[in-house]
């Protein structure tokens, strides 16, 4: 059963949130739903990696549209098991 839920959020957040949501035709409450199943649903390896539209949103902090993703996490990696 589908229950409201309000939230209190920055405007510039939800306006980026709505936008993406309509891109992908999604709903922003089905994202929302999502996000929350996947932080609270019992997985034995909890320490996964967020994306940057997600670190974006959480922070305010807004992510370059021509980053490399691949690369970014390739030199993650070299560095991590340097």
């Known amino acids: 059963m589908d229950t409201k839920l309000t939230l209190?959020?920055?405007q510039r957040v939800i306006e980026k949130a709505k936008k993406y949501a309509s891109n992908k035709k999604v709903s922003l409450s089905r994202i929302i739903e999502?996000?929350?199943q996947s932080l609270t649903s019992?997985?034995?390896n909890s320490n996964f990696d967020i994306s940057p539209f997600v670190k974006s949103?959480?922070?305010g902090v807004e992510i370059s549209a021509d980053l490399d993703y691949k690369k970014e996490y390739s030199d993650y990696l070299m560095e991590k098991y340097k």
Do not use: P
Request: charged share 25%; glycine share 0%.
């Open 57 to 59: 949103i959480a922070t």
């Open 34 to 36: 999502a996000y929350l």
């Open 42 to 44: 019992e997985v034995e």
């Open 8 to 10: 209190k959020l920055n």
